[in-house]
């Protein structure tokens, strides 16, 4: 996440999966057409200039001027500025012919290794001589992951040991941090994201090639085809993986018995060819090499620490968990558990555990999340309390909501519940809620639709003691908001990720896992915490803010990881806002409470002091009680990218911040 761009909205964005943007080059002279559901009208070509109007989706006004990627339209009696990638340009029939014609003219054909490669849109030469391509394009054939970032029209390319972004209607990149001027700039063509294909790809690793008679470009990806040695897989099925360790995306599996070259080696892990072409990571616990033993354990992965670890059992420790698909953030969720459920233990890899699910499937589970039987506590993840006892209630944030009789979108409905109400949780499944309805009707709620309140089970008659009876618990009677960011569901149906680090860590992974472990700390010290996502949520930034004040809660925390286009910035930040229209012991709890948590967090986590600084984020603008922004290190930096992928830092931050909320109640 951007740091001066939490303020942003994110919700109107793009209408397709991460690249679909409904936006066009625009000249003065032109007509545009508004595609957010409702955008800002700002004095200035900038989001630091204030807003002077709103205009909504569909509405259409003349072009008067354009600067920086800013467009200013005629509002009739005024004039404003609004982002140029939240409007197209509105052309007629013979402009678009004429536009279609030149664009098949100036198609070009690509090829990867020798192999033509079709895109969705045609590639083209545009005006600076360089050629364009589809931003799917990229993802899907050249294997990159990704992302959109539309509060600054910023797309990000990444893959390990390759980050870069450019920016629509700008001529300049970064890789890796670096500043890069172009020739040209990404643009927008038939509702899909051109961007430079040569500075792409070859930043990628790939040698490109332009043959002006074919007007064919050809893309080569890079390949030792020499292996020094080569190995035998014998785990039954094994993990190939984008890098050298279990934090990098698994892009391939291979079977025992398959022979692979190797190409080098990296610590425990060895680059390998694949039988299919192409190359990746393997770890050398999973293959041998000529002459010797072969441990044909028969077990699916990618750890080398096998082995019998007898009938061992955790309990789930996190209020709802995700279960993962590997030993790792960047596997996918396979599905979630609840407090207290046990679980059998498998092979453990890296901090986390392989456990075989209730419904007979296996996943894994970060160890920082749930207690093994038997084991004594550690303090490598801080101080984190035994789990209270706790009675969750489901919080509906959508205007209507459908109640099944399964956990599944697909089930018969049995009911709908509506905005604001809220529901006991009686059991959950996955990414569902099982809801005790009045008249004795229960039924299932996609988590993406509630916020859920917390409470220690003392408190389940829904009165809540005074601060101070007990001194275990002096955050009895308390109400706190925790907001994890990002993970709003976009049209489209994907959920922001936030900043994504090099490795492809997604912020909104990991701070939903530090949420969890916040409010795991102070609902033990007598809290009531409301979460305003678990999973994804369809709320709004405003109306995440607006939680605070529908739930009667004392405080709002809100949880980053940030972001820069240089990555050798790094540290810790907690924001907050106090305009000098507020009042003067509003200003000074703001300040009180974004101090204490980033001295706890200096104190936790070593990181360099970025300081407590006011921005007018709008989680913070837009809540009426004393509100923070915390950004826990950067995702762009490499070092602090891997400390946020390991369990011990998010515990370590998660403890840090409910330490200051404590001393912050306490004082």
């Not at 809220?422 to 959950?428: F, H, L, N, R």
């Not at 739930?551 to 972001?563: D, F, K, L, R």
Request: proline share 4%.
């Amino acid at each position: 996440m951007k740091s001066l761009l939490h303020g942003v909205s994110k919700g109107v964005l793009l209408t397709a999966l991460f690249f679909l943007l409904i936006v066009s080059p625009v000249n003065a002279g032109q007509q545009v057409s508004v595609d957010g559901n409702l955008v800002n009208v700002r004095s200035g070509p900038g989001l630091q200039y204030e807003r002077v109007a709103q205009v909504n989706q569909g509405d259409k006004y003349d072009v008067l001027e354009t600067r920086d990627g800013w467009v200013k339209i005629d509002l009739g009696t005024s004039s404003g500025w609004v982002a140029g990638w939240l409007v197209h340009t509105v052309q007629s029939s013979k402009a678009n012919s004429q536009q279609t014609s030149k664009a098949a003219a100036n198609a070009v054909r690509i090829y990867i290794d020798g192999e033509q490669a079709e895109a969705d849109v045609s590639p083209y030469i545009d005006s600076n001589n360089r050629t364009m391509v589809p931003l799917r394009f990229i993802a899907e054939k050249l294997g990159a992951y990704v992302s959109w970032d539309g509060s600054q029209g910023m797309i990000s390319v990444s893959q390990p040991g390759s980050s870069i972004q450019l920016w629509v209607g700008k001529k300049t990149a970064s890789y890796n941090g670096e500043e890069f001027d172009l020739d040209t700039s990404p643009v927008i063509k038939e509702e899909r994201t051109m961007v430079p294909l040569r500075f792409v790809s070859e930043r990628l690793g790939c040698e490109t090639a332009w043959n002006k008679d074919q007007r064919s470009v050809y893309i080569t990806r890079k390949v030792n085809v020499e292996p020094e040695f080569e190995v035998t897989v014998s785990s039954q099925k094994a993990n190939i993986r984008s890098g050298p360790g279990t934090n990098y995306t698994s892009v391939a599996q291979v079977d025992a018995g398959n022979v692979l070259g190797v190409l080098g080696d990296s610590g425990e892990w060895y680059e390998v060819l694949l039988p299919q072409g192409g190359k990746g990571w393997i770890s050398k616990g999973v293959v041998y090499s000529p002459g010797e033993e072969p441990d044909f354990n028969g077990e699916p992965g990618d750890d080398s620490s096998r082995g019998n670890t007898g009938d061992r059992y955790c309990i789930v420790t996190g209020s709802t968990v995700n279960v993962r698909s590997g030993p790792g953030l960047d596997y996918g969720v396979v599905d979630q558990v609840a407090r207290g459920t046990r679980l059998q233990i498998g092979e453990s890899n890296s901090g986390w555990y392989q456990i075989a699910l209730p419904s007979g499937k296996d996943g894994w589970i970060a160890g920082w999340l749930v207690s093994v039987e038997g084991e004594q506590g550690t303090d490598d993840y801080g101080d984190i309390p035994d789990p209270a006892v706790v009675t969750r209630t489901a919080i509906i944030v959508a205007d209507v909501a459908n109640v099944r009789q399964q956990a599944s979108e697909q089930a018969q409905l049995v009911t709908q519940v509506y905005r604001g109400q809220e529901v006991p949780v009686t059991d959950q499944q996955g990414q569902w809620y099982k809801l005790s309805l009045s008249g004795g009707v229960e039924g299932w709620i996609a988590n993406w639709l509630v916020a859920t309140k917390e409470q220690p089970a003392s408190q389940r008659d829904g009165k809540l003691p005074s601060r101070g009876e007990d001194p275990a618990k002096p955050l009895e009677g308390t109400i706190i908001v925790l907001d994890p960011g990002h993970g709003s569901m976009q049209p489209g149906d994907w959920s922001d990720p936030g900043a994504v680090g090099v490795s492809g860590l997604r912020e909104r992974d990991v701070v939903v896992n530090i949420g969890e472990t916040v409010g795991q700390i102070l609902t033990a010290k007598g809290a009531t915490v409301v979460h305003t996502r678990t999973g994804d949520t369809v709320m709004s930034l405003e109306e995440r803010a607006g939680i605070a004040s529908a739930t009667g809660a004392e405080i709002y925390v809100s949880i980053h990881c940030n972001s820069s286009l240089s990555s050798l910035l790094a540290g810790t930040s907690t924001y907050y806002y106090a305009p000098a229209n507020m009042s003067a012991s509003m200003r000074a709890s703001r300040e009180r409470l974004a101090a204490v948590i980033q001295e706890e967090l200096l104190r936790a986590l070593g990181r360099e002091n970025k300081g407590i600084r006011q921005e007018a984020f709008s989680v913070l603008r837009n809540t009426t009680v004393p509100s923070v922004l915390v950004e826990v290190a950067f995702l762009s930096n490499a070092e602090e990218e891997r400390l946020l992928s390991t369990g011990e830092f998010q515990t370590k931050a998660a403890s840090a911040i409910a330490n200051g909320i404590i001393r912050y109640f306490s004082s």
